[in-house]
Structures are given as structure tokens and as C-alpha cells.
């Protein structure tokens, strides 16, 4: 890997693919095990057994965030149930090859989760695949640009609500009667919710209504020892990218540190909010945005 990836004014290339994008089919490799030195190169994640024995459930987990996750995941100790789907095999693979090259468990799920049925299933398997649900990563997202809302259809609204937030409830409500003291859930967010970016309203809109699902149900269960969390990443170079996004938002895809993040940046507070690092804080949402102030 360049060391430029982690460098100030790192950018990153104009390309286009189909949504969602494939993982290896991205022009720069994104990192999922390394972060930035003082010196603007970089340095492998070292694992201190934060996470050992813990058993994670991870939505999207077949390439940027999700992927890195798991990887961070595995070498802090922690097995994964990767959820991805159906088209996404390749990449999915490659992160169960990552897992287990880390010495823990990998375990991949096809499913559509915008079916409430699929999320009950998912549950089902991953108590069946690991015995446990300690930790449970809501991550997959739908996005896509559309800059006026009478150009938003009513069937893009409904899908993005149906990815992006309905599968948070879905999951969290099977997943909880199977988790106890000590369990987390994080979700994902994003500084869109923050900032109002007017070309992904619905996105944008579906992201503030996790934030706020994501205190609701910290406050219902804070006082039975299990977390809920969630991290609001700002520019991180993932496969949305170049699917989603047009030659404008691509050319201009940085934050205040003068570059995107990597997904191992977001993944590592993940593994903070996962781990007792984080006992105190919950209904909490982490602004790994690379600088930018919003107002919580």
C-alpha cells in the first residue's frame, strides 16, 4: 500500500461501478488492518484480546466498514457472522479469508435484509453458527446521489428507509432476547445526519433516524448492562464511492485532515464501542468524520 493513502492530500481516483460496488473491483485498495504512523505512512492493528470469545453478528460485512470490522474483530479475538448480499460473494469470501487468517471464525450468510423474515433468520443462524450474539454491528446502507427531492422517487425513498433503518429494529429486536450484561449494539450513522447533505436526502434522512434509534433504545436497555451505540463517519473510502457518486462528489471526497478515512479508522471505534475500553458510554454516537464540528 502507498503511503499516501494515510498522507494529507491524499485523493482519491474518478471511477464509476455499479451499485453496490465490488470491493475488488476498486481502483485503490482500501485498508482494513492498518492505520497511520506519525509519519503519514502506516502500521499493522495490533490485537490485545479485547474482544475474546465474543461472538459478532456484522451487516455488510463483505467489504469497507463491515469488512474491516470483522478483520479488527478477529484480531482483538472475536468470531464474525457476515452478513452480505447474494451478489457480493467474491468480496465476502475474501473477508472470511481475512478472518480466519487472523485465527478466528468466519461465518458468511446470503440475505436480503430489507425482509423482516430474513433478519429473524439471521438471528437464527448466527445463534446457530456460534452459539452466542455479543455483539451486533448494524452496518449496511443503501445510497444514492439525487440532487432535488421531485427528482427522488417515492421507490428510492422507500428503499433506503427499508435498507437503512428498518433492519436496525429488525435485528436489534430477535437479537436482544439472546444478549446479556456486557453485549453491545453499534450502528452506523453518518455526518450526513449532522450536516443535512442535500443530495442524498433520503440517505441523509435515514441516518437521523438511526441516531435517534439509537438513544431510544439505549435508554431501554442501559439499565441491563447492554450498550447501544453508534459512529457517524464522515468521507471513508469504500466501495459506495465510486457507485454511488458523481465526478463533483468523488473530486471533492475529503475532510478538515485533507483526505478521506480509511475504513480501518472507522473500524477501530467500532472495536472501542465493542469493547470494555467503552463501559461508560452509551446512546453515544462517535464523530469519526475526519475533523469536521457538527453540533451533537
Known sequence: MPDSQFKEGHSVPVTHQDFPGKEHKMPIEAQYDTLPTDEGGYQKYQGVGKLKGKKAIITGGDSGIGRASA??????????????????????????????????????????????????????EALKAMGAINILFNNAAYQMMINDIHDLSEEQWEHTFNTNIHPMFYLSKYALPHMKKGDTIINNASINAYVGRPDLLDYTSTKGAIVSFTRGLSNQFVAKGIRVNAVAPGPVWTPLIPATMNDEAQKSFTSPMGRPAQPSEIATCVVFLAAKDSSAISGQTIHCNGGTIVNG
Do not use: R, W
Open 71 to 124: 478483520v479488527l474483530f478477529s484480531l482483538e479475538g472475536a468470531d464474525s457472522f457476515i452478513v452480505y448480499l447474494p451478489d457480493e460473494e467474491k468480496d465476502a469470501q475474501e473477508t472470511k479469508k481475512m478472518v480466519e487468517a487472523n485465527g478466528q471464525k468466519c461465518h458468511l450468510y446470503a440475505s436480503d435484509i430489507t425482509s423482516k423474515d430474513n433478519c429473524k433468520k439471521i438471528v437464527d
